[in-house]
């Protein structure tokens, strides 16, 4: 019972790098996010899909590239890494129906050097 | 005005005491009011969900919606090391294919033995 697999759980990144986290659910929910979480400023939306083809911007989505392809992949594309986005990134699965459930990855701790 | 407002203070406790927990909001459109739970170093999990407005108990834990005041509470009765960790209020606007949440900062609590 995977639910929601996010990777890589850590990650050290230079200045300028690029990289992606990928996510994955295998519950079959066509509502996904990314989140970025850092201290005192909770959860922060960066990208939704409301379904495979479909994707728009959350609060914070500068410096992030989002695409779904297939209803079970929502990879989060960093494009040029700064100092700025160390941070916790969670990927989310909303249940469909009322939409009060959301489940989600265990989190990668990006680091930004 | 952030949509919701959750003070992120740190919460310390003994042992068997009562933890209170509030949010407030500025969304009158919010339908369904939820709290989130976050152990250290893991992805949130919805502990419960209120809809609408008034009281709703899950053993140890009760969630309060006043939509008149737009304010949400979250109480938890003799509370446990265990209980230990950080609560985040959340809520939604339920939209056919569209279950973005807004989410509090959080507050972390710690019940000590």
């Known amino acids: 019972n995977a639910g929601v697999t996010q990777t890589p759980k850590f990650q050290v990144l230079k200045t300028g790098q690029s990289m992606t986290l990928q996510c994955a659910q295998d519950m079959n929910h066509e509502y996904m996010s990314w989140y970025r979480q850092d201290p005192g400023m909770g959860l922060r939306l960066i990208h939704y899909s409301v379904g495979a083809g479909i994707t728009d911007q959350g609060e914070v989505p500068n410096g992030y590239n989002v695409s779904r392809s297939t209803t079970e992949d929502f990879p989060l594309r960093l494009l040029s890494a700064a100092p700025s986005q160390t941070s916790v990134y969670f990927c989310?699965?909303?249940?469909?129906?009322?939409?009060?459930?959301?489940?989600f990855g265990q989190g990668t701790r990006l680091t930004v050097v | 005005q952030k949509e919701v407002e959750q003070d992120p203070g740190p919460l310390s406790v003994p042992e068997g005491a009562i933890v209170s927990l509030n949010c407030t909001y500025s969304n009158s459109a919010f339908q369904y009011f939820m709290w989130y739970r976050q152990y250290s170093r893991k992805g949130p999990e919805l502990l419960m969900y209120?809809?609408?407005?008034g009281n709703k108990e899950d053993g140890r834990f009760t969630a309060q919606v006043d939509k008149s005041s737009k304010y949400i509470s979250l109480f938890i009765r003799d509370s446990q090391p265990s209980d230990s960790a950080t609560y985040l209020c959340a809520m939604n606007r339920w939209a056919y294919g569209n279950n973005r949440l807004a989410f509090g900062k959080g507050n972390q609590v710690v019940v000590i033995p």
């Open positions: 989310a699965s909303t249940s469909p129906g009322t939409g009060t459930e959301a489940f």
């Open positions: 209120t809809y609408s407005s």
